[in-house]
């Protein structure tokens, strides 16, 4: 049997974390990531002792050369790449900070995690992906970044959301006609470090839809954005 290869960013932790545990339990080959290597490890540690099949990668989403370096191992290795889960992200604005106050640098920060690091991972992945014509890719957005319902607070996060949604329109258009489909997917309000322990969805829940989207047969849905399994507005 042809076992797909996964990468999921930025998943020592919370959403990514469980993302990474659906995914293997689900017999896919789970390449985690993570910037904090001994957390990585110890990530990854932790789901193998429950015997799935778990590799580890330190990547920093904003290094470019690492996530060629990335591209390079999974060539290597598995010869191809199936599945990305561009999980990783910040949300660096200080609470209750408004457009006009937030600092230039913590807009460039954020975007550079937040959007810059999915759109050259899937620079970098997508040529893996056509060789076996066949790619899953999952960004994970927000409803912060819905143009339709958009509000005020938290600005930098918003726009690297809402420009993280351009990135999977934009993708799922060009790669029209392949079979490699781009979604978005906000999770909900999870109950992670972000979300705390006020939020009303547990990691399983945040984690579901994208897992499902990320594991689409083929013909399945390219170019839209889900909470919960449904399509809701950009």
């Not at 995914?23 to 390449?31: E, F, H, P």
């Not at 015997?51 to 996530?67: A, C, H, K, R």
């Not at 810059?116 to 970098?124: D, F, N, Q, S, V």
């Amino acid at each position: 049997m042809d076992r797909k290869i996964a990468v999921v960013t930025g998943a020592n932790r919370g959403i990514g974390f469980e993302i990474c545990r659906q995914l293997a339990a689900k017999g896919i080959s789970v390449v985690l990531t993570s910037r904090d290597e001994a957390k990585g490890r110890m990530a990854v540690a932790q789901l193998r002792s429950q015997g799935l099949e778990i590799e580890f990668y330190q990547l920093d989403v904003t290094d470019t050369s690492g996530i060629q370096r990335l591209g390079g191992f999974l060539e290597r290795k598995y010869g191809a790449a199936d599945i990305l889960v561009n999980n990783a992200g910040i949300m660096a604005d200080a609470k209750g900070t408004g457009m006009l106050g937030v600092q230039l640098q913590i807009i460039r920060t954020t975007m550079e995690t937040n959007v810059y690091g999915p759109l050259i991972l899937c620079r970098e992945l997508i040529p893996l992906m056509r060789k076996k014509n066949y790619g899953r890719i999952v960004n994970i957005s927000s409803g912060l970044g819905q143009l339709s319902e958009m509000g005020g607070g938290t600005p930098a996060y918003r726009m690297s959301k809402t420009a993280l949604n351009a990135l999977t329109r934009t993708l799922a258009a060009e790669l029209k006609g392949t079979n490699i489909l781009v979604n978005s997917v906000c999770p909900g309000w999870v109950k992670t470090d972000m979300g705390g322990p006020n939020a009303v969805k547990t990691l399983a829940e945040g984690a579901d839809t994208a897992v499902w989207l990320a594991t689409l047969p083929d013909g399945g849905a390219s170019g839209g954005f889900y909470r919960d399994r449904k399509a809701i507005s950009w």
